[in-house]
């Protein structure tokens, strides 16, 4: 029987025991709603409204875990897999209705190639020095990355269109939000066809073949108590309400903080947007690793990106046509479509037999920095 926590543990503490240490960075959603309507600079509302990001997002992993975990392997999955990544789609939804298409696909393309590149990178890193080898499930990984390759080659076809049939791809600081109808219907085929594959891919995952997806459970820290229903229902409602709050405030800064910083709304889409909406779950990867849990942080990370390809950017291409002035069409430029394919390729290279090393992790994550200098200065 778990022992019951103490009847005076402070609000600090039991706010500790809940989404862990991103909860250090709770002060900054108080700042962040101080700045944005005290008058404050757009860099320091943008720099808080981000970290401020970071704590509800935790709080709304650590509830979407305890309704899993009392739901059964199959409602448990498909919550864990569903709200994986809410923090990143309200922070796109909220960019979409703002008119930031750019920052959206930028996002889109930079959540892919930062789990694949930045969290399996640092988690092969960490989790692989002191050791010779860590082993994981090769035939696990081969079916994500083959959900992820078949996605990013979807994903890409109507850039390719435009490539070729149209009038060629964006720059990177380029602002089209008017295509081609052709290129908008064909985005469409592509949704509807990824959600399609997304809906066979959890019948897949959950129910016909859930034996190849069984990493060990995880035991990373003690974390409190175990939460009712009902606590794990009001702690997602208030997670997401925060999150929504701070996206509001981090999206209505970015074009101001891009001027002023001399940075481009693709690098803060790309490289910044897209660490921030999962900074929580990438720290979980990299901790299962560094406890040789490489089956957990392997489908974290790449499970993550296959599901940002068929689920999030669909329903974000769906949802732009109810959001914002125009349709966003899925064009991508060319530094996204080549970390959008590299990553992919990467991904499969790495996992094929099963074992990482800590030098595997220092190249993706040398690739990561080359990719995200070149957006810096693209």
């Known amino acids: ?164 049939v149209g009038s060629g791809l964006p720059k990177p600081n380029e602002v089209i939000v008017d295509y081609d109808s052709s290129v908008e219907t064909l985005s469409l085929v592509v949704a509807a ?37 009902k606590k794990s229902v009001i702690a997602l409602a208030i997670a997401g309400i925060a999150v929504a709050a701070m996206s509001e405030i981090l999206v209505g800064s970015i074009e101001e903080t891009a001027k002023k910083l001399d940075i481009s709304e693709f690098f803060i889409g790309a490289i910044i947007v897209a660490i921030v909406g999962n900074a929580a779950e990438h720290w979980v990867a990299v901790l299962a690793a560094r406890k040789d849990q490489m089956n957990l942080a392997v489908n974290i990370s790449i499970g993550s990106s296959a599901q940002i390809a068929l689920f999030v950017a669909p329903v974000l291409i769906l949802a732009s046509h109810l959001l914002g002035p125009h349709p966003m069409a899925l064009v991508f430029n060319g530094f996204e479509l080549a970390a959008l394919i590299l990553s992919a390729l990467l991904a499969s290279q790495v996992t094929q037999d099963g074992r990482s090393n800590w030098f595997e992790g220092l190249q993706l994550l040398a690739v990561y920095v080359i990719i995200a200098f070149s957006f810096l200065i693209a």
């Open 1 to 164: 029987m778990n022992a019951q926590p103490p009847a005076n543990r402070s609000i600090f503490r039991r706010l500790l025991d809940a989404a862990g240490w991103p909860v250090l960075l709770v002060i900054f959603i108080p700042i962040a709603v101080i700045l944005q309507y005290g008058g404050g600079g757009s860099t320091a509302i943008f720099i808080t409204a981000a970290l401020g990001v970071i704590p509800t997002a935790a709080l709304m992993g650590r509830a979407t875990e305890e309704l899993a975990a009392r739901s059964g392997p199959g409602i448990g999955g498909l919550l864990n897999v569903t709200f994986g990544n809410a923090p990143e789609l309200i922070i796109a939804l909220v960019a979409l209705n703002a008119g930031l298409q750019e920052v959206v696909k930028a996002s889109i393309a930079g959540s892919i190639i930062g789990n694949i590149l930045l969290v399996l990178g640092a988690s092969m890193f960490f989790g692989g020095w002191g050791r010779d080898e860590q082993k994981f499930s090769a035939r696990a990984a081969s079916a994500q990355t083959s959900m992820l390759f078949l996605a990013v080659a979807a994903i890409v076809m109507p850039a390719v269109y435009e490539l070729v």
């Open 193 to 229: 066809v990824l959600l399609i594959a997304y809906a066979a891919g959890l019948v897949f995952s959950l129910k016909t073949h859930r034996r190849i997806f069984n990493p060990e459970p995880a035991d990373l820290e003690a974390v409190g108590e175990s939460w009712s229903v």
